[in-house]
């Protein structure tokens, strides 16, 4: 079982609309969870970081977790061209490492 | 600029040549990782400082791997007798351990293609 898994995408959303992104996870200890955003070539950028059960907004950004069910979920609302890269979670299984998943794709059609 | 630098950002080298990456985290960060990235996947977990010393090594780090952060500055990682299977980005990444595990920012990466 790999530590994080995400929808394999890729995911095709209209301009404006909702893009939901999923993540699941092994390791029941894990405490800290983060989303990074990567464009194609780029290195990946951190955009959510997020530690306790419930939602974290962040402008367009919601990230929501759910430690029971080792879930952890992004929204992007009123998807923008500007959104369209490889969405990365990762997890903190220990101190200091971050596992990560392979990414889902979006892509925001105008 | 004030984030995590990489050099160079490109690498071609032939097989069997050696080569050597330098990262400078963000200043007050004591913590310095590397990951490796091939294409269509995640960052890999490679090694990670504290200040100086190395805490920890992933398998993934065969013995042609060497990684040093001398001061507890900047970092170099070094690979030995390249192969076609290294060629891939190379990300350092920097954090400040606080409350919690902090964020880690990367920088711009290093590509390495063996040829």
């Known amino acids: 079982q790999k530590e994080v898994e995400q929808n394999s995408g890729p995911l095709s959303v209209p301009e404006g609309a909702i893009a939901s992104l999923n993540c699941t996870y092994s390791d029941r200890g894990s405490q800290s969870f983060f989303w990074y955003r990567q464009y194609s070539g780029k290195s990946p950028e951190l955009i959510m970081s997020?530690?306790?059960?419930g939602d974290k907004e962040d402008g367009r950004f919601t990230a929501q977790l759910n430690k029971a069910s080792q879930y952890v979920s992004l929204l992007i609302r009123d998807s923008q061209p500007s959104d369209s890269a490889t969405y990365l979670c990762?997890?903190?299984?220990?101190?200091?490492?971050?596992?990560f998943g392979a990414g889902t794709t979006v892509t925001v059609r105008a | 600029d004030t984030g995590v630098s990489q050099d160079p950002r490109h690498k071609i080298t032939k097989r069997g040549q050696n080569v050597t990456f330098r990262c400078d985290p963000i200043?007050?960060?004591?913590?310095l990782y590397w990951y490796r990235q091939t294409l269509g996947q995640g960052p890999e977990f490679l090694t990670y400082?504290?200040?100086?010393?190395?805490?920890?090594k992933s398998r993934l780090l065969s013995d042609r791997f060497s990684a040093e952060r001398p001061k507890g500055s900047f970092s170099t990682l070094e690979i030995q007798r390249t192969e076609q299977g290294d060629s891939a980005m190379y990300l350092c990444?920097?954090?400040?351990?606080?409350?919690?595990?902090?964020?880690?920012?990367f920088g711009q990466g290093t590509r390495l293609t063996v040829v």
């Open positions: 997020i530690y306790s059960n």
């Open positions: 400082f504290q200040n100086e010393a190395q805490l920890e």
């Open positions: 990762a997890v903190n299984p220990n101190d200091y490492k971050l596992s």
């Open positions: 990444a920097s954090s400040y351990p606080g409350g919690g595990l902090a964020e880690a920012f």
């Open positions: 200043s007050e960060h004591n913590r």
